[in-house]
């Protein structure tokens, strides 16, 4: 999963942006055996502590956190950025019905 932030030792607060399905996200890793977070930046362990009633995962519950600025793009990252509905578009255009396009036009959409 991608979030906006995560400490070092893996609590990931909630957005403070939330939509209604902030939490999917959530549901979805408690129910994965493997949970690895990719963050827009990391903060100190105090940040999230002071965050704590909006804690969405807690450190116990992720396998690693890796840094990964923009790594919600072209998708949007609510309170941070908006999805690129031309990149999206450009996307679902090239793949069309043939799903042997898509890893390529991915790679493309990712170089973007």
Same mark, same amino acid.
């Given at each position: ?7 070092? =030792? ?5 957005? =403070? ?8 996200? &959530?549901? @979805? %890793? #408690? ?13 100190? $362990? &105090?940040?999230? @502590?002071?965050?704590?009633? #909006?804690?969405?995962?807690? +450190?116990? =519950?992720?396998?690693?956190?890796? @840094?990964? $600025?923009? +790594?919600?793009? $072209? ?11 031309? %990149? ?7 793949? +069309?019905?043939? $799903?042997? #396009?898509? &890893?390529? %036009? ?7």
């Amino acid at each position: 999963m991608h979030a906006d932030a995560a400490d070092r =030792e893996g609590n990931v607060p909630r957005p =403070e942006q939330a939509d209604f399905l902030f939490d999917m996200d &959530a549901n @979805l %890793a #408690r129910a994965s055996k493997t949970v690895i977070v990719t963050v827009e930046r990391i903060v100190e $362990p &105090a940040e999230t @502590l002071a965050a704590n009633r #909006r804690t969405l995962l807690f +450190g116990f =519950e992720i396998d690693a956190v890796v @840094l990964q $600025p923009d +790594g919600a793009r $072209p998708t949007a990252l609510p309170g941070r950025y908006s999805s690129s509905v031309n %990149a999206l578009t450009h996307y679902l255009d090239t793949v +069309g019905t043939d $799903p042997e #396009r898509a &890893a390529g %036009a991915m790679d493309e959409l990712v170089k973007q």
